[in-house]
């Protein structure tokens, strides 16, 4: 197994392999030693503070590589550093991919400006870094918001340090996103209904008052039709292989899709599971040709249309129905437009 983390300085990088380390016994390779090595060796005339993208661009090739070299010898290995490209994955072959799990760390505005001091005070945990004159709360905050926008658009998992310092990695199952069994349906059922069952109880729909509402709509007939339909229909297995989350888009001739039913079992949220699940339908759409992702949401769940917009969706209108006790909201998102943070 081999376990990729990136993040943004000071986000704790080598103290979570450290950590996988004692804990696993997994060896860690620091992508900054390396560098280090090749400078001071002379083997390039780059310099620790050349551009970050050169630097990559001159370490990813070897340190790729050596991943490669370790998987064919059936070793673990543990590689921190912030020289990670987010398109790594394009750079393995499905037998490679599989061994391969990647994370990058990412700390909230919210984070930063209530513990810069302790980022500060644990710089050098595992390492020393002199005096370090360069952090400070603004590079510390434009650093993680880069790292964040490029996690959700390249729909790569990763770790938000928010509330407290907790960060580590289980190594259990392999978490995916794949294109759901029709076996599957009847979970997928399952999953959509307690989904967005929370909304209903939230805003008082029941199957009464509203029985057209997705938590009482959703059956396995109609989830079957969509597939036979050839439907898109993707699901999140978590590292048990449960499935944890689903999407379905309707694809339409107009160079337009629709993207329905995108939800996360309630236990399982916080987890960044939705905004995989967006971008990976997002690309899903791009595949198939689509310039525009169409969705509706429930608008006076004001919670969820902030989450879309945070995730290039834009507000498009409304709508009143008579057998919905709610206002229905419209949002679209141009495939291929930037994500918002």
């Known amino acids: 197994m081999i376990i990729l983390i990136t993040g943004a300085s000071h986000t704790g ?4 392999a450290q950590r996988l380390l004692e804990k696993y016994k997994y060896p860690y390779l620091s992508i900054d030693h390396l560098k280090m090595g090749l400078i001071r060796s002379g083997y390039t ?23 490669k070299t370790a998987i064919e010898n059936g070793q673990n290995l543990v590689v921190e550093g912030c020289y990670i490209p987010f398109g790594w994955a394009g750079d ?7 061994e391969i799990r990647f994370y990058c760390l990412v700390m909230t505005e919210k984070y930063i400006e209530h513990h810069f001091d302790d980022i500060r005070k644990f710089a050098g945990i595992v390492e020393d870094r002199g005096e370090d004159e360069g952090c400070t709360p603004e590079t510390v905050r434009r650093e993680n918001a880069w790292m964040l ?22 190594l259990g199952g392999e978490a995916m996103i ?34 057209r509402f997705t938590a009482f ?42 993207l329905n039913n995108l939800c996360v079992l309630p236990e399982c949220r916080h987890k960044r599971i939705g905004e995989m699940l967006f971008s990976h339908a997002a690309m899903t759409a791009e595949h198939y040709g ?21 995730l290039g969706a834009v507000h498009t209108g409304t709508e009143k129905f008579d057998f919905f006790p709610f206002t229905c909201g419209y949002m679209e998102k141009t495939i291929g437009g930037p994500m918002h943070t």
């Open 13 to 16: 990088k080598t103290a979570l």
């Open 45 to 67: 005339a780059l310099t620790p503070v050349s551009d970050a993208g050169m630097l990559t661009q001159y370490l990813w090739p070897v340190v790729r590589e050596m991943i």
């Open 92 to 98: 393995f072959e499905k037998e490679y991919l599989e």
């Open 149 to 170: 926008e490029n996690c959700i658009r390249y729909g790569v998992e990763y770790i938000e340090i928010d509330d407290a310092y907790q960060v580590d990695i289980e």
């Open 178 to 211: 794949r294109p759901v069994k029709k076996c599957e349906i009847e979970t997928c059922v399952r999953v959509i209904r307690e989904s967005f069952l929370t909304v209903a109880n939230e805003l008082g729909f029941t199957a009464e008052n509203a029985p």
């Open 217 to 258: 709509a959703t059956t396995a007939e109609r989830l079957s039709r969509q597939f036979d339909e050839g439907r898109p229909m993707i699901a999140y297995f978590d590292g048990n292989g449960r499935i944890t989350g689903y999407y379905s888009l309707h694809i339409q001739e107009n160079g337009e899709c629709e």
């Open 290 to 310: 689509c310039k525009k992702m169409k969705l509706g949401i429930v608008e006076e769940n004001k919670k969820l249309r902030i989450w879309y917009e945070k």
